[in-house]
Structure formats: C-alpha cells, structure tokens
C-alpha cells in the first residue's frame, strides 16, 4: 500500500481527501509497530543494564534497538521528505496544507523519540519550528476542526513527551478547550474527533514506570473527565436531538467546561 500511495503523491497531482487519508494510515501502520518495538526494546535494555550481570543480555536488546532505529529514521525521513518535496507544493486548500504539516510534524516527533544528545537537541529544534508552522497555518481553519484540534493536542504532546514541559502542554491543551467553547455547537459535532485526540495525549506515557507526581497524575484525569462529562450528557439527551442547545442546556454544559478549566488553572499554577 505505501509503495502505491507513494506513487501517485510523486506523480505531482494533489491528492484527494480519501487519498491524503490512505497515505497517513499507510505509514502509520509501518512506523506504529517499529515505534512499539522500540519502547520494549530500549525498556528490556535498561532492565538489563541495571542487573549488570549479563553483557551479552544487553547487546541482544540493545543491537535490535539500533536496528529498529535505524528503520525508523530511514522512514521519518521519508514521509518528511515527501511531504516538502511533493505534498506541500501541491496542495490548495488550506485543510490540505495543515493536515501535511501536522503530519510532517508528527514524524519529527516520532524521530526525536528515539534521539540522543545533541541528535534530538536539533530534531527537536526542527520539530518546535514544524509544529509552530502548523499551528499558524491553522487558524485559518475553524476553532472546532477535527485537524486542527488533533494538531494541537500532538503539539501538546510534544512538549509533554519531548520537552519535559507539563506547564506548556497543559497550557496548549487548556487553550484547545477554550476555542472549542467559543463555538459549542460545532464543538459537539467532532467530539468523536476529540476524544480519541484527548485520550491519546491522556496516556502519552508509553514505556513509562517510574513514579509521577500529583499535577502528572490528575492532568489525564481531568481531561476525560471533560469528555465523559460530555458523553453522559448526549447518551442521557440532554442535548436537543437536533444537535443545537437550549440556554438551559448550554449553562449546564458550560458550568462543567468551566470546573474543569479551574482544575486546569490549578495544575498549571502547581507546575
């Protein structure tokens, strides 16, 4: 399948949106499992690293990291540079040009997870600028867009996993929230969209075993709580059925968008 969708994004024609989807998912099943290989590798080579017993116990994970890494950098660069080379240059619509640029930026991220040194120093450089690029190119988008709102939540993500800076992802994913307020009704429409975004940055911890404080621990909490709290209120229909809310139920829904924005103030001022 990505020799296939590769092909035709080489050919110079701007994809479809059916096409641009097909091309995400291609690679995101290709890079998914090395990613995933390599969290268990570089877990089971600390692991034995700090038994200290074995040294051929830890070149066997540690030369199947390398592997696994080089795989990935081959591929990173790869989507990168199709995305600058054709895809970008190609595109009209500003969703197009936003979409490619959220996912160029997801690839700098995927490669700054398995960097070192002064390697992810400068892949994360590049990375903040890609992100910061595409995160201006969307707000020419809707505040409630499904590809802006995942862009923003990933970049959130990146200063969380990438950066060490709970403060600045809390911030991001607050500021998320805010804009999605401003428009609820559009908001509800792509809560689907949402959830998965939110859920996914809530466990953004893959690999991780060692002890998180207080403000690491509520964070995740607090943000599905926000999107069970919508979920109960459409299974129980508390919304009007034709997706639009009366003043009642917009104070309602606001009350507990602004608890939860408390809680959020309150974690980033104990970061």
Known sequence: MVEAIKAVAESGVE??????????????????????????????????????????RVELPRNSRKQVESELSKICDEVIGLLDNHLLTTSSSDESKVFYLKMK????????????????KSVAEKNNLAYEEALKAG??????????????????VFFYKIMNSSGKACKLAKTVFDGAIADIENYLSCRDTMRIALVEFANGRPGCNCPMDVADELQPVVIILVVVTIDLMLNKDI?????????????????????FNILFSFLIIIK
């Open 15 to 56: 994809l479809s949106v059916e096409e641009r989807n097909i091309l995400s998912v291609a690679f995101k099943n290709i890079i998914g499992s090395r990613r995933a290989s390599w969290r268990i590798l570089n877990s089971i080579e600390q692991r034995e690293e700090t038994r200290g017993k074995h040294r051929k």
């Open 105 to 120: 930026s997801d690839y700098y991220r995927y490669q700054a997870e398995f960097s070192i040194d002064s390697m992810r």
């Open 139 to 156: 707000d020419k988008l809707a505040a409630t867009h499904p590809i802006r709102l995942g862009l923003a939540l990933n970049y959130s």
């Open 239 to 259: 919304l009007v059925c034709d997706g639009f809310l009366s003043n009642q139920n917009r104070n309602i829904l606001l009350y507990f968008f602004n608890y």
